[in-house]
């Protein structure tokens, strides 16, 4: 018998590795949800850690839009798109998102991180480059990984070190991707400057727009119809269903030659059963209310803006970001570990990101916020905080 390593063995060390180093993650299970609350272990926690950041996820006209279609569609689709699983409320929702967002076309994904993988795979061939910002999204970078490009990633909005990588191979194609709004970060891309530097290297840019769509833009169109630029500057957008439009699945948008390529060959698109045609007509109703109810982003903007001046006279280490998410940096993964239990003990639920989906030294509290909170809510969390402080803790 050969005498190689056994998987799960390893695999049983490495766990036990993050464990010993306070990097273990921990499933934690939701029995209800109302509002900003939820009921977990039998406690109920006004969650600051949600990516619900319209408040659409319980809306009751999304229900009933899926009951509707439940009704005489059934759950799920059957099949592929290219087999028989693309339905009539999957091409309206297309058309839908096609419209929004300024674009000539749209396709449907499952998840965010199958519409990159496939976006990339589809674009890149081996050995051809990939210039992407250092604190992407793991699928992204992941998609690169997948296609055998030559991936360099510049410092985190970096534009100048950005043209520095792209001129290292002049010779080849090239793909410039970028995160809209950086999940952990809150902050915005230098949209305008990359479009700019795409064209004069004659590169292909791509954003990803899953925590900018809905929230950013006059009618929530994103954070790439915020920095006015269209599908000829921007020709591949990416963005995510189940984030401010509270359902699930994906989408890119683009020219119609992207969108017909993708058909034939984004794998992630060809090889998997078509999202439930309910949650594409709920999804539909969801874009309506996002682009026609302007008081959820003129509320969000309003707590955004309550949260960070509260932070601000407490002197708590928060970040630059004018987006709902609002990271409080801790360092430490301890300290952001403490300083989430102290704040669940009084009934808010904010949890610590630590190292690797962030970097070494930068693990904190991904601080979400809703337009499903109201400013009583923001009040508490900053009287919980300035408790920690109170109490000794690292903020």
């Not at 299970?29 to 600051?48: D, H, I, M, W, Y």
């Not at 004659?202 to 954070?223: E, F, I, P, Q």
């Not at 690797?356 to 916020?369: H, K, S, W």
């Not at 300035?386 to 109490?391: F, G, I, K, P, V």
């Amino acid at each position: 018998m050969a005498a190689r390593p056994d998987l799960l063995q390893r695999l049983a060390v490495q766990t036990d590795g993050r464990a010993q180093t306070q990097l273990y993650r921990r499933l934690r299970t939701v029995t209800r949800a109302e509002g900003p609350f939820v009921e977990s272990n039998g406690k109920r926690l006004l969650v600051f850690c949600s990516n619900d950041y319209l408040g659409l996820a319980q809306d009751p006209r999304l229900i009933a839009a899926w009951k509707q279609a439940a009704d005489s569609s059934g759950v799920g689709s059957g099949s592929a798109h290219l087999i028989c699983g693309h339905r009539r409320e999957h091409a309206e929702l297309e058309e839908v998102l096609a419209e929004w967002t300024g674009r000539e076309r749209a396709l449907l994904f499952s998840t965010g991180y199958m519409a990159n993988l496939g976006v990339m795979q589809a674009l890149l061939q081996r050995g051809e480059l990939c210039v992407q910002d250092k604190l992407n999204h793991a699928c992204l970078l992941d998609g690169a990984q997948l296609a055998g490009a030559v991936l360099k990633r510049y410092p985190h909005t970096d534009v100048e070190s950005a043209e520095r990588q792209l001129r290292s191979h002049d010779e080849t194609c090239a793909l410039l991707a970028t995160d809209g709004v950086f999940s952990m970060d809150g902050d915005i891309a230098p949209l305008r400057e990359l479009a700019a530097l795409c064209a004069r290297e004659n590169a292909t840019l791509m954003v990803d727009d899953a925590h900018g769509l809905g929230v950013l833009g006059d009618d929530g169109a994103g954070s790439v119809m915020e920095a006015g630029l269209s599908e000829r500057e921007v020709p591949v957008l990416m963005a995510t269903l189940g984030k401010a439009l509270g359902c699930s699945g994906a989408f890119v948008a683009g020219p119609t030659a992207l969108i017909e390529g993708l058909i034939q060959f984004a794998r992630t698109y060809i090889y998997t059963t078509a999202m439930p045609p309910a949650l594409a007509a709920a999804t539909r109703c969801a874009v309506t209310l996002a682009r026609t109810e302007n008081w959820r982003r003129e509320k969000l903007q309003v707590l955004i803006r309550r949260f960070r001046h509260g932070a601000e006279q407490l002197g708590l280490p928060l970040m630059p970001s004018r987006t709902a998410i609002q990271p409080l940096l801790l360092g430490d993964a301890q300290a952001a570990l403490d300083a989430s239990r102290i704040l669940e003990a009084q009934g808010l639920l904010a949890v610590a990101i630590r190292p690797p989906t962030v970097p070494q030294g930068q693990a904190r509290l991904r601080i979400t916020l809703s337009a499903a909170h109201e400013e009583a809510h923001i009040d508490r969390l900053l009287d919980a905080l300035a408790s920690l402080r109170l109490a000794g803790a690292p903020v």
